[in-house]
T-cell receptor, first 112, second 114 residues
């Protein structure tokens, strides 16, 4: 089946630093989504991307839909302690009732 | 709106016991989903439903059953609990299943099978 690759599994940064995450696939996706999961909670949608090359921002977060449709990137600028959590990428291919495929997630830790 | 609600929040089961994980949404969404999340493994789709009376298998359906008698509710049934079913279970819903519909997740049910 389709797989999304996120690495590394964990990232540790200092408060105030910028951080970049990427998500790659061997398959083409028509939609890329980035979710954040806080401890003990369900995932919450951060940014949705629907067009190859699209660059979208949500506050300090910026995400891009790769030109090849096989990757996506998420950048967090000027990190703060509440950015701690697990960041998942998810992709959807075309077709009726196409389901989301999730990456394994990256756990982000922010040192004050 | 309460969004997507799940009960219970946490449960311990003995091997072979059965239970139903409840999920409800008040957003009038057509699509509902059940995922399981294992440590370091992301989310795997168990079952999904595109509307009342219609359900279909996801990636990891074995050992589970679902029903969708109403638009609002989508319970997940474990008939014979096994240690491999120890996981965190998330229910989600969306208005549609393609295009720009966002999936909204519930807070999760943590299940431990001993």
């Amino acid at each position: 089946g389709q797989q999304l690759n996120q690495s590394p599994q964990s990232m540790f940064i200092q408060e105030g630093e910028d951080v970049s995450m990427n998500c790659t696939s061997s398959s083409i996706f028509n939609t890329w989504l980035w979710y954040k999961q806080d401890p003990g909670e369900g995932p919450v949608l951060l940014i949705a991307l629907y067009k190859a090359g699209e660059l979208t921002s949500n506050g300090r977060l910026t995400a891009q839909f790769g030109i090849t449709r096989k990757d996506s990137f998420l950048n967090i600028s000027a990190s703060i302690p509440s950015d701690v959590g697990i960041y998942f990428c998810a992709g959807r291919s075309s077709g009726a009732n196409s389901k989301l495929t999730f990456g394994k997630g990256i756990t982000l830790s922010v040192r004050p | 709106n309460a969004g997507v609600t799940q009960t219970p929040k946490f449960r311990i089961l003995k091997i072979g016991q059965s239970m139903t994980l409840q999920c409800a949404q008040d957003m009038n969404h057509n699509y509902m989903y059940w995922y399981r999340q294992d440590p370091g493994m992301g989310l795997k789709l168990i079952y999904y439903s595109v509307g009342a009376g219609i359900t279909d298998k996801g990636e990891v359906p074995n050992g589970y059953n679902v029903s969708r008698s109403t638009t609002e509710d989508f319970p997940l049934r474990l008939e014979l609990a096994a240690p491999s079913q120890t996981s965190v279970y998330f229910c989600a819903s969306s208005y549609g299943g393609t295009g720009r519909e966002t999936q909204y997740f519930g807070p999760g049910t943590r299940l431990l099978v001993l």
